[in-house]
């Protein structure tokens, strides 16, 4: 069964980047989609993007130009970085693999979240 | 459309069957999948490609009508109450679109 495990600066200030590492245990991270999803407190989920080994990405466009997405199968991780944040940007971060064949996309396993505060 | 529509919120009697719906464009051409999560916990999968992951009782199954999903939760439990998020590809293919998610109470 495959864990993965959030890390990262609880709190950001404005403007900054922030920065977050999905470690992903007993799974070949090479195989799989890896995306991000947030959810702002009270809030539905918003999906941020995904990646793949091949380097393929794909980005949510109402964040287009500010996220960046990348993967160290060295260290078996992956990782989210969102520039010029706001406090729009406050959410839970969740890290997650994912499966895209044609018609069918899920989320199988999750990470338990990072809370990130945009904050002065 | 690029947009996944669930009810807010929706309840049912304990023992009781409950249908919650997802309707969206994309629907007509992509799968739908479901999510259950619960307060202060990350989302977990509960049905995708037509199907129910392991692990997952029953009581859970879908159904589909032309733009329109459901998820049906047979003779509901105290433990399903929860938020439900639907999702699919976008009609591009290459985003993920995912419902306001309905909030479902079981009294």
Known sequence: QVQLQGSGPGQVKPSETLSLTCTVSADSIGRYFWGW?????????????????????NYNASLRGRVTMSLDTSKNHFSLKLTSVTAADTAIYYCARETVFGVVQYFDSWGQGTLVTVSS | SSELTQDPAVSVALGQTVSITCQGDSLRRYYVT???????????????????????????????????????????????????YCSSRDS????????????????
Request: charge should be neutral; avoid cysteine.
């Open chain 2, 92 to 107: 591009s293919g290459s985003s993920v679109l995912f419902g306001g998610g309905t909030k479902l109470t079981v009294l």
């Open chain 1, 37 to 57: 999803i947030r959810q702002p407190a009270g809030k539905g989920l918003e999906w941020i993007g995904r990646f793949y080994s091949s380097g393929t990405t």
């Open chain 2, 34 to 84: 479901w999510y259950q999560q619960k307060p202060g916990q990350a989302p977990v999968l509960v049905f995708y490609d037509k199907q129910r992951p392991s692990g997952i009782p029953d009581r859970f199954s879908g159904s589909t009508s032309g733009n329109t999903d459901s998820l049906t939760i047979t003779g509901a439990q105290a433990e399903d109450e929860a938020d439900y």
